[in-house]
């Protein structure tokens, strides 16, 4: 059992930053993949960014690349999300996810994944 608790989220001008953190509670958190996605309104949850058990691998949609940057403290049972250059289109609510599941690639689709956060809303103001 994993438990995950977002935080870090606000409002922040077009080309700031935030950084979002997600802390976990249980055994698992050291050994399961992490990943961010984000739903705003009226779309549909869309895939951010993923990161291996240790760290060594991260995956990030097109749409981020270059902007966000995904990591993980295993000591501290915590994974982040640092994003710079807002843009008004990365508005969302973003949830945290743990996969416990052996993967050959890092999971990019809610279903692969297997415990999920409550969410944190980021407002970019234009």
């Known amino acids: 059992q994993v438990q995950l608790v977002e935080s870090g989220g606000g409002l922040v001008q077009a080309g700031g930053s935030l950084r979002l953190s997600c802390a976990a509670s249980?055994?698992?958190?050291?050994?399961?993949?992490m990943g961010w996605f984000r739903q705003a309104p009226g779309k549909e949850r869309e895939f951010v960014a993923a990161?291996?058990?240790?760290?060594?691998?991260?995956y990030y949609a097109d749409s981020v690349k270059g902007r966000f940057t995904i990591s993980r403290v295993n000591a501290k049972n915590t994974v982040y999300l640092q994003m710079n250059s807002l843009k008004p289109e990365d508005a969302a609510v973003y949830y945290c996810?743990?996969?416990?599941?052996?993967?050959?690639?890092?999971?990019?689709?809610?279903?692969?994944?297997?415990?999920w956060g409550q969410g944190t809303q980021v407002t970019v103001s234009s």
């Open positions: 249980g055994r698992s958190f050291s050994s399961s993949a």
């Open positions: 996810a743990a996969g416990l599941r052996l993967y050959i690639v890092l999971p990019t689709t809610g279903e692969e994944y297997d415990y």
């Open positions: 990161i291996s058990w240790n760290g060594d691998n991260t």
